[in-house]
């Protein structure tokens, strides 16, 4: 299959604040480049071990920060969680929340947040994991 361009960081799509945006990670890479953010699977406080998702960017606004998850699926089954980054670019992301699905944060206006919604290689979504992506704040 093709890979999906929000494999990368520096492709990552782009969010609008309280509007749900499909997500799809049936395209997404295991283990794959993960942006070129170094260290992305080491980061501190960071659960992930062999990711496979794509990102998503919002811009913050200086306020609280939620994001949320949606599927006609429970999510726990296929171990999809997020993880929050930030930072000026893709080579300089620093962890801000991870390993949950309703990431809350506290947002700095201008700074864009790096969303990573992954699940772990061995979980199964199936190829109906139709998702949305909303991020509230």
Known sequence: PALAASDFCANAASLQLNEAFPIDLSQATEDGDVGGCSGFKNFPG??????????YKVIGNGNSMTTLLG??????????????????????LSCVVSDCQDCRWDSVEGLPYYIYVHYFVGSSLG???SMSLTVVA
């Open 46 to 55: 960071s659960a992930l071990v062999n990711p496979t998702g794509n990102f």
């Open 71 to 92: 599927s006609d699926k429970e999510l726990d089954l296929f171990g999809t969680t997020m993880a929050v980054l930030s930072g000026s670019s893709c080579s300089d």
């Open 127 to 129: 190829p109906d994991n």
